[in-house]
């Protein structure tokens, strides 16, 4: 069969996004009388917090994929304890503690929310909204987020210490985001949420120094950018500074970071094997190339991400804390959740 053009498959990919779309786990629900100042409030509260700091919006995205990925999108990764796991909670968890940021956030989000329609919007949705608001803030598309999710309350540091880490090959990244009912053009396109944010060193410094304990640096990597990099991350030194997740890009949300993986300018080991697998490698390339598609094109992933194993009112309610579980009542039935 004849090989396709880049505008071919990303005509053929966005298809494929739309029909994706319409699969969403709750299409009617919406806070357009219940109460509706809600996405007015959260892009408020992101947009001064990024004033404040840049490097907010790159954190928010990436604690929103940590919620998504653990227990699923249901606000569990901002509980500081809940009465069946206690303080065993994702936040506690090695990918999180330490790392993740923009809790405040979220929660200032929700006591603006409490005060004007209280028990209405759960911690969930204003983290979906303030997901697609961080992408905003540089330059992403704006996208309508689906609503109606419920606040989970259960949240296991064991299952967070599983999410997926900046080290991984490429046969294991795709299994867990195939876990996730999400496809390989996902995990390409959500990566693309590393055109903003920085890593610290500690994560790129054996790509740089003993890349799989060869004692030489990651064969991939081009020597300038490496050169870059053992500047900014002295070897044995402090872990602790950061460098720019997307080369010379890092306060736009562009397609930058598909240019730079095609120069072998990817800051990540996790980054870098994207091109190791040609389904993967071709979306990159088409990427490269269409600035205005990746926007499109990620907006539909943080869609499909969102829609990650929705709680029901089975096992999920609307938190008046995003930190902290409802208290309960019990009837003849067990416990239900109080709204």
């Not at 060869?214 to 900014?232: N, V």
């Not at 993967?280 to 194993?309: H, K």
Request: charged share 20%; glycine share 6%.
């Amino acid at each position: 069969m004849a090989s396709m053009s880049p505008q071919q498959l990303l005509c053929l990919l966005l298809i494929a996004a739309a029909c994706s779309a319409s699969a969403r786990p709750d299409s009617l629900h919406s806070y357009a009388q219940s109460c509706p100042r809600a996405e007015q409030i959260v892009a408020a509260t992101v947009k001064s917090a990024a004033d404040r700091d840049p490097t907010t919006p790159a954190g928010i995205i990436r604690l929103f994929f940590h919620d998504c990925f653990v227990q699923g999108c249901d606000a569990s990764i901002l509980l500081e304890s809940t009465p069946t796991d206690g303080k065993d909670v994702e936040m506690f968890a090695r990918p999180n503690i330490n790392s993740v940021r923009g809790f405040e956030i979220i929660e200032a989000a929700k006591t603006q929310l409490e005060a004007v329609c209280p028990g209405v919007v759960s911690c969930a949705d204003v983290l979906a909204f303030a997901a697609r608001d961080a992408t905003t803030y540089f330059g992403g598309m704006f996208y309508t987020v689906p609503t109606g999710r419920l606040d989970g309350r259960i949240s296991s540091r064991t299952e967070a210490d599983s999410l997926p880490g900046p080290r991984l090959p490429f046969s294991e990244l795709r299994e867990i985001f195939d876990g996730k009912k999400l496809s390989v053009h996902d995990l390409v396109l959500l990566s693309g949420g590393h055109t903003i944010g920085r890593a610290k060193c500690r994560f790129v410094e054996d790509r740089i120094y003993n890349f799989s304990d060869t004692g030489s640096p990651d064969p991939r990597l081009d020597a300038t950018y490496r050169e870059e990099l053992r500047r900014i991350c002295p070897q044995g030194a402090n872990p602790g500074p950061t460098v720019a997740l997307d080369r010379n890009s890092e306060f736009s949300f562009d397609n930058a970071y598909y240019r730079n993986l095609e120069a072998n300018r990817g800051l990540l080991s996790s980054d870098a094997v994207l091109r190791t697998d040609p389904d993967a490698a071709n979306l990159i390339n088409s990427l490269a190339q269409n600035p205005p598609t990746f926007l499109s094109m990620f907006a539909q992933s943080m869609i499909n991400m969102g829609n990650i194993e929705w709680k029901t009112r089975a096992n999920g309610e609307i938190r008046k804390k995003c930190s902290a579980v409802n208290s309960r009542i019990t009837t003849e039935v067990g416990d239900v959740a109080s709204f």
